[in-house]
């Protein structure tokens, strides 16, 4: 398969000032720090972690909305990185995003019609006419009523905003849209109408997706592949099945184990684990593996060596996680963390 967009080595540090008795400097936010991942054209790569991790932030690394610190991104064959403004407007065209709360994205006292077609106005040279009708299209395909076209946002309920905001992402045919937290603003019952509609737009134009959530339950029935995010890094990647069934970093085992099985199928039910503590704070992460505070299967090695992203226990190549300890099928793994620095 053909690699759509590659990230090597990304990092993306954001200066805070000193405060108080922290110290006059001020110090460096580690949101994204060293990532490195392929995503392929025409999947759905899910992207997963607690809200702290760098997910977001690395999403708008890619969409250029940030600039990188370090390492590179390639779209398409081609050094995005460092593009001047005017060279990337066309591969903007190509890399779009959705949001996770549609209404914050959409201006109150401007129509919908010339919100959807706003991208037509800023890129394009259409008549006005000729916008209508591909705005009305667009309104359409999203299950939208092309006749609302001169409502307002807040004419429209949350599941119809969003498919607002669908429609003006694809309204320049992009190759790839990443996806923040789509659905998790909007009613449990709404959120399988928006799933089905990327799923059917995805068949539809060809799409791929990043998809990102901060839990597993709804990436596990969207992604192709999953990759796991801690502390600015990723920490385990592989195909959803996989990761699903063995998952070998402890932290996607713990994510794991929180989400109910529906699944009559699957195996029972995997106990949940507690994790002790929150996230540490991005601006000094934990030496050695960052998630050894509250790792259930931490050593004294842990805190001393960093683990790299590889395959484990004699996974295959598309299987990675960075860990000295992965979990072994049946293992059984402390239900509560201990913390080893206490
Ligand atoms: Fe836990 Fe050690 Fe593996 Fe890190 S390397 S996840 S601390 S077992
Ligand atoms: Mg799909």
Same mark, same amino acid.
């Given at each position: 398969?053909?690699?759509?967009? &590659?990230? #090597?080595?990304?990092?993306?540090?954001?200066?805070?000032?000193?405060? *108080?008795?922290?110290? &006059?400097?001020?110090?460096?936010?580690?949101?994204?720090? =060293?990532?490195?991942?392929?995503? $392929?054209?025409?999947?759905?790569? =899910?992207?997963?972690?607690?809200? =702290? %991790?760098?997910?977001?932030?690395?999403?708008?690394?890619?969409?250029?909305?940030?600039?990188?610190?370090? *390492?590179?991104?390639?779209?398409?064959? +081609?050094?995005?990185?460092?593009?001047?403004?005017?060279?990337? $407007?066309?591969?903007?065209?190509?890399?779009?995003?959705?949001?996770?709360?549609?209404?914050?994205?959409?201006?109150?006292?401007?129509?919908? *019609?010339?919100?959807?077609?706003?991208?037509?106005?800023?890129?394009?040279?259409?008549?006005?006419?000729?916008?209508?009708? $591909?705005?009305?299209?667009?309104?359409?395909?999203?299950?939208?009523?092309?006749?609302?076209?001169?409502?307002?946002?807040?004419?429209?309920?949350?599941?119809?905003?969003?498919?607002?905001?669908?429609?003006?992402?694809?309204?320049?045919?992009?190759?790839?849209?990443? %996806?923040?937290?789509?659905?998790?603003?909007?009613?449990?019952?709404?959120?399988?109408?928006?799933?089905?509609?990327?799923?059917?737009?995805?068949?539809?134009?060809?799409?791929?997706?990043?998809? /990102?959530? @901060?839990?597993?339950?709804?990436?596990?029935?969207?992604?192709?592949?999953?990759?796991?995010?801690?502390?600015?890094?990723?920490?385990?990647?592989?195909?959803?099945?996989?990761?699903?069934?063995?998952? +070998?970093?402890?932290?996607?085992?713990?994510?794991?184990?929180?989400?109910?099985?529906?699944?009559?199928?699957?195996? #029972?039910? &995997?106990?949940?684990?507690?994790?002790?503590?929150?996230?540490?704070?991005?601006?000094?992460?934990? #030496? *050695?593996?960052?998630? @050894?505070?509250? %790792?259930?299967?931490?050593?004294?090695? %842990?805190?001393?060596?960093?683990?790299?992203?590889?395959? +484990?226990?004699?996974?295959?190549?598309?299987?990675?996680?960075?860990?000295?300890?992965?979990?072994?099928?049946?293992?059984?793994?402390?239900?509560?963390?201990?913390? /080893?620095?206490?």
């Amino acid at each position: 398969t053909e690699t759509l967009l &590659r990230l #090597e080595n990304v990092y993306k540090h954001f200066h805070v000032r000193g405060t *108080g008795w922290f110290g &006059r400097g001020g110090s460096y936010v580690h949101a994204v720090d =060293g990532v490195s991942l392929d995503v $392929r054209a025409g999947e759905t790569l =899910g992207l997963v972690g607690e809200t =702290g %991790c760098g997910k977001s932030t690395l999403a708008r690394c890619v969409a250029r909305l940030h600039d990188v610190t370090d *390492g590179s991104i390639v779209f398409q064959g +081609r050094d995005i990185t460092r593009l001047p403004a005017r060279k990337m $407007r066309p591969v903007r065209q190509d890399i779009q995003m959705i949001f996770q709360d549609p209404y914050g994205s959409l201006n109150p006292r401007r129509r919908v *019609g010339s919100i959807i077609g706003d991208p037509f106005a800023i890129h394009g040279t259409e008549s006005r006419r000729a916008r209508r009708l $591909r705005v009305q299209e667009l309104m359409e395909l999203v299950g939208l009523n092309p006749e609302h076209y001169n409502r307002f946002p807040a004419d429209f309920s949350g599941g119809q905003r969003q498919r607002i905001g669908i429609a003006r992402a694809l309204a320049l045919r992009p190759k790839m849209i990443i %996806c923040d937290e789509p659905i998790s603003a909007l009613d449990v019952s709404i959120q399988a109408q928006i799933i089905n509609l990327l799923a059917d737009l995805q068949d539809e134009l060809g799409l791929t997706y990043v998809f /990102i959530a @901060h839990d597993l339950s709804v990436v596990q029935h969207v992604s192709d592949r999953i990759a796991v995010m801690y502390l600015g890094q990723v920490v385990e990647l592989a195909p959803t099945d996989e990761l699903m069934n063995r998952p +070998r970093h402890p932290y996607t085992n713990a994510l794991l184990s929180a989400i109910p099985v529906a699944d009559p199928d699957r195996a #029972e039910q &995997r106990e949940r684990v507690v994790l002790a503590g929150d996230m540490p704070s991005p601006i000094s992460p934990p #030496e *050695g593996c960052r998630f @050894h505070p509250r %790792c259930p299967k931490a050593a004294p090695y %842990c805190v001393e060596n960093v683990p790299l992203l590889e395959p +484990r226990l004699g996974d295959r190549d598309d299987h990675v996680a960075s860990c000295h300890f992965p979990v072994a099928e049946g293992e059984d793994i402390a239900l509560e963390s201990p913390s /080893i620095d206490e």
